[in-house]
């Protein structure tokens, strides 16, 4: 299976605020970033949180982001590990790091 | 920790709720015992130094390390069911690497043991993705401005270890002395070695 | 709504107690909550993710006075209420 996003697409997350669990930190949601790699598949933890043994399960990617595209200001990188629902291709055209 | 008349009452709670369990046939007190032992069982920052201490002094062993992780701990006999996949993530002159989770505590207990309490805490978990500069200063390590910090905030099933810089003047130790060097923080990024 | 677990750049924690303290539990009660946890996982009452979702429910007030460990005891009750294999109000004192 392809991957849908592959390393050095630029992603947007998600801005959604969801009602449950999620593993889409509030710093990082409608945030920009670059895929790193895949990481395998794995079920969707929002479902799967609540007991439901139907859950998805989705490639899951590590996605860098800048610090000033997280906070405004910094100059290091931090690097979360998304469900492939929680991310959308961006619009903006494909760069690698700023 | 909230203090010895709240730490009496938990624990009579605890042991109540463990008596409970085991009249309802649900868990055994054996049973919590074995998964205990098994969780502790091994689980040591000694592990993680000697993955280290064989990747600085085996080339090839460091390649398979950063490519897949998870296979080449397993090549060492670590690997238990507390993580799906490690990435092992290195350190060089340029790039620094801190790891964090800012949404509970993961972490890689085989090859890490139990885990500090200040990784736990929301003052590290809250400031190292925002100010990880100054979070590693206050640990002590000053880096310089040119490098670039990746702090890896574990937020799915992957389980991150960094790979420290060898230090200087260490060509003549043997490996079980170079892992002997490597410190449980150095393995989180919180120090050097 | 993210909860009080989420707790990435929120500012006021203060500094960190960088103690390497190489004990992972302070009192018997804890190594026994950390049994708990994983003999109930193993048996499928409940995964981790419900067991995240538990603690990340406790109200914020509440989780920021509790110790790590308590508030793993509360998802676990919690948990065991909401299976049915607890009655509420059955571990009160």
């Known amino acids: 299976m392809t991957d849908r996003f592959p390393p050095g697409t630029r992603v947007r997350t998600f801005p959604h605020d969801p009602p449950h669990h999620t593993r889409l930190p509030r710093y990082a949601r409608g945030k920009s970033g670059v895929v790193v790699e895949p990481e395998g598949r794995a079920e969707v933890a929002d479902v799967s949180a609540q007991g439901r043994g139907d859950a998805p399960v989705e490639q899951v990617y590590a996605v860098r982001f800048a610090a000033r595209d997280l906070w405004g200001e910094g100059d290091h990188h931090v690097v979360l590990d998304l469900w492939e629902s929680y991310l959308e291709a961006c619009e903006e055209e494909r760069d690698d790091e700023r | ?182 410190t449980r923080n150095a393995l989180i990024g919180t120090a050097a070695v | 709504m993210a909860r009080i677990n989420d707790v990435g750049g929120t500012q006021g924690f203060g500094a960190i107690d960088t103690t390497d303290d190489p004990e992972p539990f302070h009192a018997d009660w804890e190594a026994r909550v950390v049994g708990l946890f994983n003999a109930l996982r193993a048996q499928g009452i409940f995964n981790t993710n419900e067991f995240r979702d538990a603690i990340e429910a406790i109200p914020p007030a509440a989780y920021l006075s509790m110790s790590y460990y308590e508030r793993w005891f509360t998802a676990i009750t919690t948990l065991l209420e909401r299976k049915g294999v607890l009655e509420s109000g059955e571990l009160d004192d």
């Open chain 2, 1 to 182: 920790m909230s203090g010895d008349h709240e730490d009496a009452s938990i624990s009579r709670r605890v042991r109540r709720l463990e008596t409970l369990l085991e009249e309802k046939g649900v868990v055994t007190g054996g049973a919590v015992d074995e998964v205990l032992d098994a969780f502790l069982a091994g689980a040591s920052p000694a592990n993680g130094a000697r993955v280290v201490a064989r990747a600085w002094t085996d080339e090839a062993y460091r390649e398979r390390l950063l490519t897949d992780g998870t296979a080449a701990v397993r090549e060492l006999g670590f690997m238990d069911g507390s993580f799906q996949r490690l990435r092992v993530v290195e350190n060089t002159d340029a790039t620094h690497n801190v790891i964090v989770c800012t949404l509970c505590s993961c972490y890689p207990l085989a090859l890490l043991g139990p885990s500090p309490g200040w990784y736990k805490s929301e003052a590290y978990r809250s400031r190292v993705v925002r100010e990880p500069r100054s979070v590693l200063a206050e640990f002590g390590l000053r880096l310089p401005t040119s490098t670039d910090i990746t702090v890896w905030d574990s937020s799915a099933e992957t389980r991150y270890m960094v790979l420290p810089r060898r230090p200087e003047g260490t060509e003549s130790l043997t490996e079980d002395e170079l892992a002997a060097l490597v």
